[in-house]
């Protein structure tokens, strides 16, 4: 069982805290982690004893790394799961001793790190796409958190109860003490597709469930495996993160782990409620089309397909992140990369609330913020698992001779059309926006299209702020989202600085923490397209203008929801 106990809260009471959180997964440890990062204590609630020692999800899109960044722990995640000269890509096989299908690279994190050095300055991708799988990257989350005098760690605690009341949560948690009472300020739900948090607050999902196909539909089976002599006999130079095995009899997906032994094992083509092993690694060796040893170390059944996304966020004091609030099939890897946004955009306006220069308008704005985002990020994923589901598997794909050649000619141009989809997704990563949002600050300006494949950077209010390299190393403290402070922060981009005194007055007469950045850089008044732009804390633009507004405690107001 992990527990920390603060030694002292800022209720003065070790069963209150401005925060409860339940569930301690990915996006339960990290919204626990901004709040700390944004002078917020919490409590995070789970009933294991620990993060689950499980394969799930391993990709961590673009945003998500730049919110590790903010966090401090990008490079140390991009030293978890594959070794740094592993392909992060994907291959397709008739069989792993068959014929190659198609085989599609994309740079692992030696590559990666070296491209990011080389980068131009105006390049929009500080932190690009890492593969490591979530049970590794959880550790790590949990470990930090251990760290940090905000955060009370609560393993081996189920929640049995939440209730709202007056200016309080009362979280009602059984835990090896027995039955135990705490009160919160705020509670959020990050307690998974059956949460009960969503449940108490009556609220439903909408959207669509599985799909009825042969590959990734209906039920399925997820299973960790170790199968020793895969790389080194079989998948050799063409060994990817994702090596899929496609043909008229089965249909199934090994991911990396380690790079060395150790798979993710995802399949529609196995009974997922068989509960022995022989099965599963009989289909394995017939995925490989040779023997091998193969050892199965944990299995679950799980329903891919899934669009699914809650009637509403929360409301007053309780509210909703991650698959307690969507649900998704994995395809694209969007789902934690979600929850994670969830929590950044969640976090500050709890903090604000918890401080006491929230408005009225700020934590309701989380829904419409967010809820638009996980519509079309679950869409997107959905419609990815139907072209998968789509593309033929004729038994010709393993025959000899002109037509068995032919037949895969097609189905390969099919498979890397699709694979490439997969992985080149940096619209969906980097392009959500918050245009009809009620405390942005809109210019009249039409924001670029969103795109699934391509980001469009813009100072348009409501996007993400643009990125720009301040030095020539592009290490540490080189990126402009480095200078960019835990609350609000002006951007001052004009060749003559202006004077800001009265954004800064506000701020301070409302409590706001404020921070004034100059960047006496071309560059960086061509990507905003204004003198000065106001940054949120979770690096979306408030507001710009070409001077100051002539009420900057007006400006303030509204991006605060007064």
Same mark, same amino acid.
């Given at each position: 069982m992990?527990?920390?106990?603060?030694e002292?809260?800022s209720?003065?009471?070790?069963?209150?805290?401005?925060v409860?959180?339940?569930g301690?997964?990915?996006?339960g440890?990290?919204?626990?982690?901004?709040?700390?990062?944004h002078?917020?204590?919490?409590?995070?609630?789970?009933?294991?004893?620990s993060v689950?020692a499980?394969?799930?999800?391993?990709t961590?899109?673009?945003r998500?790394?730049e919110?590790?960044r903010?966090?401090?722990?990008?490079?140390?995640?991009?030293e978890?799961g594959l070794?740094g000269?592993?392909?992060?890509?994907?291959?397709?096989?008739?069989?792993?001793?068959?014929h190659l299908l198609?085989?599609?690279?994309w740079?692992g994190a030696?590559?990666t790190?070296?491209?990011?050095a080389?980068?131009?300055?105006?390049?929009?991708?500080?932190?690009?796409?890492?593969?490591?799988?979530?049970?590794y990257?959880?550790?790590l989350?949990?470990?930090?958190?251990?760290?940090?005098?905000?955060?009370?760690?609560r393993y081996?605690?189920?929640?049995?109860?939440?209730?709202e009341?007056?200016?309080?949560?009362t979280?009602?948690?059984?835990?090896?003490?027995?039955?135990?009472?705490?009160?919160a300020?705020y509670?959020?739900?990050?307690?998974?597709?059956?949460?009960l948090?969503?449940r108490s607050?009556?609220?439903?999902?909408?959207?669509?469930?599985?799909?009825?196909?042969?590959?990734l539909g209906?039920?399925a089976t997820?299973?960790?495996?170790?199968?020793?002599?895969?790389y080194?006999?079989?998948?050799?130079?063409h060994a990817?993160?994702?090596?899929?095995?496609?043909?008229?009899e089965?249909?199934?997906?090994?991911?990396?782990?380690?790079?060395a032994?150790?798979?993710?094992?995802?399949?529609?083509s196995?009974?997922?409620?068989?509960?022995?092993?022989?099965a599963?690694?009989?289909?394995?060796?017939r995925?490989?089309?040779?023997p091998?040893e193969v050892?199965?170390?944990?299995?679950?059944a799980?329903?891919?397909?899934a669009a699914?996304?809650?009637?509403?966020?929360g409301?007053?004091r309780v509210?909703?992140?991650g698959?307690?609030?969507?649900?998704?099939?994995?395809?694209?890897?969007?789902?934690?990369?979600t929850g994670v946004?969830d929590?950044a955009?969640?976090a500050?306006?709890?903090a604000?609330?918890?401080q006491?220069w929230a408005?009225?308008? %700020?934590?309701?704005?989380?829904? =419409?913020e967010r +809820? /638009?985002v996980? *519509?079309?990020?679950?869409? !997107?994923a959905r #419609? %990815?698992?139907?072209?998968?589901? =789509?593309?033929? +598997? /004729?038994?010709? *794909?393993?025959?000899?001779g !002109?037509?068995? #050649?032919?037949?895969?000619?097609?189905?390969a141009?099919?498979?890397?059309a699709?694979?490439?989809?997969?992985?080149d997704?940096?619209?969906?990563?980097?392009?959500a926006?918050?245009?009809?949002?009620?405390?942005?600050?809109?210019d009249g300006d039409?924001?670029p299209?969103?795109?699934?494949?391509?980001y469009t950077?813009?100072?348009v209010?409501?996007?993400?702020?643009?990125?720009?390299?301040?030095?020539?190393?592009?290490?540490p403290g080189g990126?402009l989202f480095?200078?960019?402070g835990?609350?609000?922060?002006?951007?001052?981009?004009?060749d003559?600085?202006h004077?800001t005194?009265g954004?800064e007055?506000?701020?301070?007469e409302s409590?706001?923490?404020?921070?004034l950045?100059?960047?006496?850089d071309?560059?960086?008044?061509e990507?905003?397209g204004?003198d000065l732009?106001?940054?949120r804390?979770?690096?979306h633009?408030a507001?710009?203008?070409n001077?100051?507004h002539?009420?900057?405690?007006?400006?303030l107001?509204r991006a605060?929801?007064?």
């Amino acid at each position: 069982m992990h527990e920390l106990r603060l030694e002292a809260s800022s209720m003065d009471d070790p069963s209150r805290t401005p925060v409860a959180i339940v569930g301690g997964g990915p996006v339960g440890l990290l919204l626990a982690l901004f709040l700390d990062h944004h002078g917020c204590e919490s409590v995070v609630f789970d009933s294991e004893d620990s993060v689950l020692a499980e394969p799930r999800g391993s990709t961590h899109g673009a945003r998500t790394m730049e919110h590790y960044r903010r966090l401090g722990l990008a490079s140390r995640i991009r030293e978890l799961g594959l070794p740094g000269p592993h392909s992060a890509g994907i291959s397709f096989f008739t069989r792993y001793s068959g014929h190659l299908l198609a085989h599609l690279p994309w740079p692992g994190a030696d590559e990666t790190r070296a491209r990011v050095a080389a980068a131009d300055r105006t390049d929009q991708v500080p932190e690009p796409m890492h593969r490591a799988n979530q049970m590794y990257v959880e550790q790590l989350l949990l470990a930090h958190a251990g760290t940090r005098p905000g955060i009370t760690l609560r393993y081996g605690h189920r929640v049995t109860a939440v209730r709202e009341s007056g200016d309080r949560v009362t979280v009602a948690v059984t835990g090896p003490g027995g039955p135990r009472t705490w009160e919160a300020r705020y509670a959020v739900g990050c307690d998974g597709g059956h949460s009960l948090v969503r449940r108490s607050l009556g609220i439903s999902y909408t959207g669509e469930g599985s799909l009825d196909q042969d590959v990734l539909g209906r039920r399925a089976t997820a299973a960790h495996l170790r199968v020793p002599g895969l790389y080194g006999r079989f998948l050799r130079e063409h060994a990817a993160w994702s090596n899929w095995v496609f043909n008229g009899e089965l249909a199934l997906n090994l991911i990396a782990l380690n790079g060395a032994d150790e798979f993710f094992l995802l399949t529609s083509s196995a009974d997922p409620d068989d509960p022995g092993e022989g099965a599963l690694v009989e289909l394995v060796r017939r995925a490989v089309g040779a023997p091998v040893e193969v050892e199965v170390l944990g299995r679950r059944a799980w329903t891919p397909g899934a669009a699914l996304v809650a009637e509403r966020f929360g409301a007053g004091r309780v509210w909703l992140a991650g698959d307690a609030a969507h649900l998704f099939t994995p395809n694209g890897g969007f789902g934690m990369n979600t929850g994670v946004d969830d929590a950044a955009n969640l976090a500050w306006k709890l903090a604000a609330a918890v401080q006491g220069w929230a408005g009225p308008g %700020l934590l309701p704005s989380y829904e =419409a913020e967010r +809820r /638009p985002v996980a *519509l079309r990020n679950t869409r !997107a994923a959905r #419609e %990815l698992n139907i072209a998968l589901g =789509a593309i033929g +598997r /004729p038994d010709l *794909l393993e025959e000899d001779g !002109a037509e068995g #050649e032919s037949t895969r000619r097609r189905t390969a141009a099919e498979l890397a059309a699709y694979g490439l989809l997969t992985m080149d997704t940096l619209g969906v990563q980097l392009g959500a926006r918050y245009d009809a949002s009620p405390v942005v600050l809109t210019d009249g300006d039409t924001p670029p299209p969103d795109d699934f494949v391509s980001y469009t950077p813009s100072g348009v209010p409501g996007g993400r702020a643009p990125h720009l390299w301040l030095d020539e190393e592009h290490g540490p403290g080189g990126s402009l989202f480095d200078r960019i402070g835990t609350g609000f922060t002006l951007l001052s981009l004009g060749d003559v600085p202006h004077d800001t005194s009265g954004f800064e007055k506000a701020a301070r007469e409302s409590g706001i923490p404020f921070s004034l950045v100059q960047v006496n850089d071309p560059a960086a008044r061509e990507l905003y397209g204004r003198d000065l732009a106001l940054v949120r804390p979770d690096q979306h633009v408030a507001w710009r203008g070409n001077r100051p507004h002539k009420n900057p405690a007006e400006v303030l107001a509204r991006a605060t929801g007064q």
